[in-house]
């Protein structure tokens, strides 16, 4: 974890001024929140200013608590440019998502860095395989990589049967900017580490089978 980067206190400080707008002004949140009919009426802003948009203090803790643990493993094993790119291109690929999933729900709406976020922490997995994750009620750490996949797993479920007042889609859309963009931008991992590279990919593929099959 150790001394946070400015990049990603600027971050977490532009999420927390622009949520706490949101939160106490109703047009605000309403005109930069994901809503699918906004978009298509031309509003492309809100692919990315809802990114930092939440629903409220908890769901804002939440998504900058865990940016807050992931963010320096990215910097330190990337660089800060790296960081900035996944952050930014795992919020836009997150929204396009849900859009892609919701483009026929005109009254669809979304908020939250969560797609952001999930890119960040897909990408520190991916970077880092063989660190582990502590997950609130269970008391034994998990290897990353077993909860990587295992989430994204459970996303796929949460979409097919809408579990929840969760964009699944968006935190799916997410992880898969963060696989992306870091395979990019160090496709050594391809030779160092191709086995892992091939086991996060296992719930990307599964869930464009599902869609062409028809079952998404």
């Not at 002004?25 to 031309?42: C, H, L, P």
């Not at 809100?46 to 203090?57: I, Q």
């Not at 609130?136 to 796929?156: E, H, K, T």
């Amino acid at each position: 974890m150790g001394k946070l980067d400015i990049i990603t206190i600027i971050i977490i400080v532009a999420n927390v001024l622009i949520s706490y707008k949101g939160f106490n002004d109703f047009s605000f949140f309403e005109k930069y929140k994901f809503n699918v009919g906004g978009i298509k009426r031309g509003e492309q802003v809100r692919l990315f200013s809802s990114g930092f948009l939440h629903a409220d203090t908890a769901h804002l803790f939440f998504n900058m608590f865990t940016l807050y643990f992931f963010a320096n493993v990215v910097i330190s094993l990337l660089d800060v440019f790296g960081f900035f790119i996944i952050y930014v291109g795992s919020l836009i690929l997150g929204n396009l998502l849900s859009l892609y999933f919701h483009k026929d729900e005109y009254h669809y709406s979304a908020v939250g860095a969560s797609g952001a976020v999930m890119g960040v922490l897909y990408a520190a997995i991916l970077l880092q395989p063989g660190m582990s994750l502590y997950i609130f009620f269970i008391p034994i750490p998990i290897p990353a990589y077993i909860f990587g996949i295992g989430y994204l797993l459970y996303s796929i479920y949460g979409m097919k049967n809408r579990v929840g007042n969760i964009g699944h889609d968006a935190h799916f859309g997410g992880a898969i900017g963060g696989y992306i963009i870091t395979l990019l931008l160090s496709p050594v991992l391809f030779k160092t580490n191709f086995l892992m590279v091939a086991l996060l990919a296992i719930p990307i593929v599964i869930l464009f089978i599902l869609k062409k099959a028809g079952k998404m």
